[in-house]
């Protein structure tokens, strides 16, 4: 017996996960308001309507919605059905599904750890919660590549949040220094110097950041502050350099 599973956003994100779970053999059902699904999906006219006759439910809409998609669709939902909630919510958000959905009904918190685009189903999910051994049975057994993360609804989404303040972090400090270099006529050199810097990244690099970051605070914010000045100077907003003068300053006076 094939697998039935609502799919409610049916946005990039939603819609490749979607068609790659028919391709999978699955039922699959969908809703989105501002989308109409394609013949192989069949439409359904609202959340509630969805998710009626499904054995999941996959919530890829938006971390604002996630809250108000369980609320829509509660009236529908049946004991036994998991919830997975595949919005890069706050770990709050993803405790807060816990508490509103219905009675029988399991939640999932996922993390998708890379973008979905060109992966579909395939996109490496870390999966916590509840139902999230099921879930894995469930979507693994369809070609999904999921992970069990041991710990509550909102474990999950927090390790990959704690990634994003790193990674995203520096995709924005690479992104304003190159600016800045650009308008200083450095821009391939510096692009050059970060790729090499990155190219020799390590388990011990990460400990030599840290250690340095805090035994030389007060002489990084000074350089920090002079990095803020010369790209204001070059017409460059500092946002991660001010960002990372005020952390340096804090560790300076004595902050954590």
């Known amino acids: 017996m094939s ?4 799919v409610l956003g049916l946005g990039e994100a939603g819609w490749e996960i979607a068609a790659d779970l028919v391709a999978a053999g699955a039922e699959v059902r969908g809703y989105d308001p501002k989308v109409t699904p394609a ?3 069949s439409a359904r006219v609202d959340e509630a309507d969805a998710v009626r006759d499904a054995d999941l439910v996959l919530s890829v809409n938006s971390s604002h919605d996630a809250l108000d998609a369980l609320a829509n669709a509660a009236a529908g939902l049946r004991p ?6 595949l919005n890069t919510a706050s770990p709050g958000t993803k405790a807060a599904l816990v508490d509103a959905a219905p009675d029988g ?3 999932v918190d996922v993390a998708l750890m890379s973008p979905v685009p060109g992966k579909g189903l395939r996109t490496p999910m870390l999966v916590s919660g509840e139902g999230a051994a099921r879930y894995a049975h469930l979507l693994g057994s369809l070609g999904a590549d999921v992970t069990v993360q041991p710990g509550p609804a909102g474990t999950a989404i927090s390790r990959k949040l704690l990634r994003s303040v790193f990674y995203k972090g520096l995709a924005a400090a690479v992104v304003e220094a190159l600016e800045g270099a650009r308008a200083a006529g450095c821009e391939e050199w510096l692009a050059g110097n970060v790729a090499a810097e990155l190219a020799g990244f390590d388990a011990a690099t990460i400990d030599r950041l840290v250690d340095g970051t805090r035994r030389h605070a007060r002489r990084r914010a000074d350089e920090m502050a002079a990095a803020a000045q010369q790209l204001r100077e070059l017409g460059v907003a500092p946002r991660s350099a001010t960002a990372a003068h005020d952390l340096l300053a804090a560790l300076r006076d004595g902050g954590s």
């Open 105 to 107: 009904v399991a939640v």
């Open 80 to 85: 036994g059905t998991v919830w997975a909630d």
């Open 3 to 6: 697998t039935a599973v609502a």
């Open 39 to 41: 013949d192989m999906i």
